[in-house]
């Protein structure tokens, strides 16, 4: 039996073609656009409320990632100072670097425009669905394009409508939700299972920690459960 | 000029997580990368496990509950291979449904 590596599956001539991917990557975002649309809209309410809306606003495409984004608003408008909210956006979005490494494999034969692409778009949505379709880059690209275009636009609409649907108390789970989603059916293979029953149990016992020093212990717990009771690699 | 200086910072910062290991791809190991993904699965159910225990609803008691009960239903649907929008109707309807039980609204 012949080893498929990610590589192999992207240059493979019986792959379907690279529209086709694009479109799946596409279809395959749409019904986790629906559920970012509250957090948008509590992003949007919170570059409303900014001092400095444009400076606020750029931060979307930017810091691309909402809980970060977030962070940075709350504390600057709490009168934090510029350096404690960078220090808690940056542990906040340091889960990206691991996206980024983990794509390595798939991407390293590609050209570095198309990898400098792929690194600009890369938050968790389109990361965890390209888990599934593993070396095939058009379909991560088509994702991932969809949400870096959509996301923008979803988070000025949300800073113009006002926050009524971010009041709903029921909005505040859906973006964990399509997370944790993605994540569920990966949960049979052991490796993964162990990674994130141990990331469980270190978020309890983080839970008060800031974000960002939980995400990191988080992860750390994470990968060394996987590395001893389910192996190298998932 | 805090927002602007720390969407700057930040921005930049992010951008370099994000794009540093693909373009320094040729050398990085596989084990690596493997560790990596371990990293980013155990992240996301940090941040599954956080929106759950943090969930404040002032006009629900034990709102945290019944966030568990909800997330627990969508991952549930999730696990079984449904598509995604099924689980996260089946979790966001659930806390809906338990809210308008417990309080008479949404």
């Given at each position: 039996m012949s080893v498929q590596t990610p590589e192999r599956v992207a240059a493979s001539p019986g792959t379907r073609g690279a529209a086709q991917e694009r479109r799946d990557g596409v279809r395959a975002m749409a019904p986790m656009l629906v559920a970012l649309v509250p957090f948008a809209v509590v992003v949007g309410t919170a570059v409303a409320q900014s001092d400095h809306r444009l400076a606020a606003w750029l931060g979307t495409s930017t810091i691309y990632g909402g809980a970060a984004h977030l962070a940075v608003l709350d504390l600057t408008s709490a009168g934090a100072g510029w350096v404690a909210?960078?220090?808690?956006?940056?542990?906040?979005?340091?889960?990206?670097?691991?996206?980024?490494?983990?794509?390595?494999?798939?991407?390293?034969?590609?050209?570095?425009?198309?990898?400098?692409?792929?690194?600009?778009?890369?938050?968790?949505?389109?990361?965890?669905?390209?888990?599934?379709?593993?070396?095939?880059?058009?379909?991560?690209?088509?994702?991932?394009?969809?949400?870096?275009?959509?996301?923008?636009?979803?988070?000025?609409?949300?800073?113009?409508?006002?926050?009524?649907?971010?009041?709903?108390?029921?909005?505040?789970?859906?973006?964990?939700?399509?997370?944790?989603?993605?994540?569920?059916?990966?949960?049979?293979?052991?490796?993964?299972?162990?990674?994130?029953?141990?990331?469980?149990?270190?978020?309890?016992?983080?839970?008060?920690?800031?974000?960002?020093?939980?995400?990191?212990?988080?992860?750390?717990?994470?990968?060394?459960?996987?590395?001893?009771?389910?192996?190298?690699?998932? | 000029m805090n927002v602007l200086l720390a969407v700057l910072v930040v921005g930049t910062g992010s951008l370099l997580l994000r794009v540093v290991p693909l373009l320094f791809a040729r050398r990085l190991p596989d084990r690596v990368a493997a560790y990596a993904e371990h990293a980013g699965v155990a992240v996301l159910a940090a941040i599954v496990v956080r929106a759950v225990v943090l969930h404040q609803n002032p006009d629900l008691p034990g709102a945290p509950l019944v966030a568990l009960t909800a997330t627990a239903a969508g991952l549930v649907v999730a696990y079984t291979g449904r598509s995604i929008l099924l689980a996260i109707a089946t979790g966001g309807l659930t806390y809906a449904a338990i809210t308008a039980a417990l309080t008479g609204s949404l």
């Open positions: 909210a960078a220090a808690v956006g940056l542990l906040i979005n340091m889960r990206l670097a691991a996206f980024a490494t983990s794509l390595v494999p798939e991407w390293r034969s590609a050209p570095v425009g198309l990898r400098l692409a792929a690194g600009v778009m890369l938050t968790d949505i389109p990361w965890a669905l390209s888990r599934d379709r593993r070396g095939q880059r058009q379909f991560y690209l088509g994702a991932a394009l969809t949400l870096f275009v959509a996301w923008p636009v979803m988070v000025t609409a949300g800073m113009l409508l006002g926050g009524w649907l971010a009041q709903l108390a029921v909005t505040a789970i859906l973006p964990a939700l399509s997370l944790g989603a993605l994540v569920a059916p990966r949960v049979r293979a052991r490796p993964v299972a162990f990674a994130v029953s141990a990331s469980a149990v270190a978020a309890l016992a983080t839970a008060g920690l800031a974000p960002g020093v939980a995400l990191v212990i988080c992860a750390v717990a994470g990968v060394a459960a996987a590395a001893v009771g389910g192996g190298r690699a998932s | -």
